[in-house]
């Protein structure tokens, strides 16, 4: 058997790059590229329902010590750096859910839409659901998770109008309330927010219902109560024939930090211990129960499975089919 060594390999090198080229001119590509990514559009199936994970685009968000309340910044920075991210942004997807039960097509959370705090890149759902072959108009239910900008404010198009107009909308009462008390809009911290909720959701208000914890909101999708990330954050459990998936919402922001050090509050979190409860608890939950979730800031498409992994966890993403 012929042995390689490290000397003949690398006269081999050198003898290859001393022969002339096999051409005089350059290749030239077929087409010029793009410039743009394709669609955010991924299909998979739970039992029999067809769910389609829709981008709505990306906040390249500036890294600082506020991201975490309760860690020191070196650890978060240490965390960050070994999971080769960049030291100074750090890219949190949106990721909404279109389930079809095949007699209802609801969508789970809306995306920014054209409100643009979080940058340019956002309020890409729209466009995905074109792709998608998804008219908004085909929608029958808007469930939302909390009432935060970036998972509510799609409700509405840019000029006032219903982006989806034959849907009905379900949410908790207290985050309604929370997020639309108009005594919070001098708030320091959070009043600009409560200002734009009350923009894009009290024109809803006719068309939303209420949910409570445990209640079948459309057949198959259960909500789960989840607070701590807001004062009403609710999960949603899907289920068809003996398959379950579980939309967390914002239970946890990042599949690192949340996951692999859970006790860690984050900055967005109304109540930040409470938070790490209800990520405690949903984690043991789905690692136990061995339920894949689908995790709204979590890489595109955002789909995979919470491991148990000494006293916290690590995410297992579910590879990616091509067909159903």
């Excluded at 394709?38 to 829709?54: D, F, N, P, Q």
């Excluded at 789960?224 to 922001?253: E, K, R, Y």
Aim: hydrophobic share 40%; net charge neutral; charged share 15%.
């Amino acid at each position: 058997m012929t042995q390689v060594t490290r000397r003949a390999l690398l006269a081999g090198t050198a003898a290859a790059a001393a022969l002339p080229p096999l051409a005089l001119r350059p290749a030239t590509a077929a087409a010029p590229a793009t410039g743009q990514q394709a669609a955010g559009v991924y299909r998979y199936k739970i039992g029999s329902y067809e769910l389609t994970a829709l981008n709505d685009g990306v906040w390249n968000r500036k890294i600082d010590d506020k991201f975490v309340r309760n860690a020191a910044w070196p650890d978060v920075q240490k965390a960050l750096a070994d999971n080769f991210f960049p030291a100074e942004t750090l890219p949190i997807p949106f990721t909404t859910l279109a389930v079809n039960t095949g007699s209802k097509l609801v969508l789970i959370d809306t995306g920014l839409g054209a409100f643009k705090l979080m940058g340019n890149d956002t309020g890409r759902l729209t466009g995905n659901l074109k792709a998608a072959g998804i008219n908004p108009a085909d929608i029958d239910a808007v469930l939302l998770t909390h009432a935060h900008a970036d998972h509510c404010f799609g409700l509405t198009t840019g000029d006032g109008a219903r982006e989806f107009p034959n849907a009905q909308v379900y949410m908790t009462q207290s985050d309604y309330d929370f997020w639309t008390d108009e005594a919070k809009v001098s708030h320091p911290q959070i009043g600009q927010f409560v200002a734009a909720t009350r923009k894009y959701l009290m024109p809803n208000r006719e068309r939303i219902v209420f949910i409570k914890d445990g209640q079948e909101v459309v057949s198959g999708i259960q909500a789960i109560a989840a607070p701590g990330h807001t004062v009403g954050h609710v999960a949603f459990m899907i289920t068809s024939q003996g398959q379950s998936l579980c939309n967390t919402g914002d239970i946890a922001h990042h599949h690192v930090i949340s996951v692999e050090t859970p006790r860690k509050a984050f900055a967005y979190d109304t109540d930040g211990q409470q938070g790490v409860a209800t990520r405690l608890k949903a984690f043991d939950m789905l690692a136990g129960l061995r339920i894949p979730l689908i995790a709204y800031h979590f890489p595109w498409p955002g789909i995979g499975h919470i491991a148990r992994q000494g006293d916290a966890y690590r995410y297992v993403p579910s590879p990616l089919h091509t067909v159903l």
